[in-house]
T-cell receptor, first 110, second 115 residues
Framework: GQSLEQPSEVTAVEGAIVQINCTYQ??????LSWYQQHDGGAPTFLSY????GLEETGRFSSFLSRSDSYGYLLLQELQMKDSASYFC???????????FGAGTTVTVRA | AAGVIQSPRHLIKEKRETATLKCYPI?????VYWYQQGPGQDPQFLIS???????DKGSIPDRFSAQQFSDYHSELNMSSLELGDSALYFC??????????????FGPGTRLLVL
């Protein structure tokens, strides 16, 4: 089966930097995706890492280390609108579905 | 840009009733996925279709069935509804099998409440 671990909650102030770690154990692995979900809303794709290294998209960056089965999402210059749940997700090589972590609730305070 | 459309957005049913949820993928997307998300939970994969054929199956109860039609829209049929079926149901779509296109685009979801 698949197992993903990420912290349940993170709180930070506006303008700060937050790093959300994700460790995984999967039977196969194509890459690590990150999704943002506001309360009651739909998961929205943020980034994807298929290879080791850092991917940068505006204020958000994501990193993957396949050898460590580890990745992280970096949120910079936090804004109030970044308050949401953030999910890491993997696709095992023998499945087509996404397996999500339990999600990290990020709360941004003024 | 066009997004995934789901209908209805909200649905209230009684126990043992049936419900049909509809999903219209992004144009030219040929793969559809269904997920169930309970309160405070992560999305759980139910079933997926690629080119109108079932491509993968997750934790979908036998009371549920789904199909993808010739126009690529998909329907999730839920029978003998139980209280525990109350959840947000998301449909997502992608172009090509997920192995080649990791980005799945999610619809706004259908909130099902079973009384």
């Amino acid at each position: 089966g698949q197992s993903l671990e990420q912290p349940s909650e993170v709180t930070a102030v506006e303008g700060a930097i937050v790093q959300i770690n994700c460790t995984y154990q999967t039977s196969g692995f194509y890459g690590l995706s990150w999704y943002q979900q506001h309360d009651g809303g739909a998961p929205t794709f943020l980034s994807y890492n298929g290879l080791d290294g850092l991917e940068e998209t505006g204020r958000f960056s994501s990193f993957l280390s396949r050898s460590d089965s580890y990745g992280y999402l970096l949120l910079q210059e936090l804004q109030m609108k970044d308050s949401a749940s953030y999910f890491c997700a993997v696709r095992p090589s023998n499945d087509y579905k996404l397996s999500f972590g339990a999600g990290t609730t990020v709360t941004v305070r003024a | 840009a066009a997004g995934v459309i789901q209908s209805p957005r909200h649905l209230i049913k009684e126990k043992r009733e049936t419900a049909t949820l509809k999903c219209y993928p992004i144009p030219r997307h040929d793969t559809v996925y269904w997920y169930q998300q309970g309160p405070g939970q992560d999305p759980q994969f139910l079933i997926s279709f690629y080119e109108k054929m079932q491509s993968d199956k997750g934790s979908i109860p036998d009371r549920f069935s789904a199909q993808q039609f010739s126009d690529y829209h998909s329907e999730l049929n839920m029978s003998s509804l139980e209280l525990g079926d109350s959840a947000l149901y998301f449909c997502a779509s992608s172009q090509g099998l997920a192995g080649f296109q990791e980005t799945q685009y999610f619809g706004p979801g259908t909130r099902l409440l079973v009384l």
